[in-house]
């Protein structure tokens, strides 16, 4: 998969667009295909058009981030959805759904600018893509959020 440090992205995606790349990614891993540099642009383009969805020019994903995920199964023609279900911080369930989910976001500190980074995760814990392909040191563990999907 395309990462989000990809030189056809923008110099701010390619610093800190993780978390709305990996939100991507749900859809990718659920369908088993990619999307290309010009389709993720395109989404991107409608997130920051909506509000809620990407905040602010650090691609920071808003309230309705979920809308990131149905474009994204929509650009690969897949009848659809994807929606954020459980949230837990430093390891303390803020909500949480349970065994109701299908991936995880795991977001760690590292010794980057931004001190944060997502990565997507399947549904056991075990790491499916980093959008980053540059090197740098992860830290702890911060945050998880779990996604579930389902066909409409």
């Known amino acids: 998969m395309i990462p989000q440090d990809d030189e056809r992205m923008s110099e701010a995606f390619r610093r800190y667009g993780c978390r709305v790349r990996v939100l991507l990614a749900i859809a990718e891993m659920d369908v088993g295909d990619e999307l290309t540099a010009e389709q993720i642009l395109d989404i991107l383009d409608y997130g920051r058009g909506r509000k809620g969805v990407i905040v602010n020019d650090q ?9 990131l995920i149905n474009r994204a199964f929509k650009t690969l023609h897949v009848s659809r959805r994807g929606v954020q279900n459980g949230r837990i911080h430093y390891g303390d369930p803020y909500y949480w759904s349970g065994d109701d989910h299908d ?12 001190g944060l980074h997502w990565v997507l995760c399947s549904r056991d814990g075990d790491e499916l893509f980093d959008p980053y392909d540059g090197e740098y040191t992860r830290g702890e563990v911060t945050r998880e959020m779990t996604y579930r999907t389902w066909a409409i």
């Open 103 to 114: 991936y995880i976001l795991r977001e760690y500190r590292t010794d980057g600018e931004y």
């Open 59 to 67: 691609y920071r994903a808003g309230r309705r981030e979920h809308l």
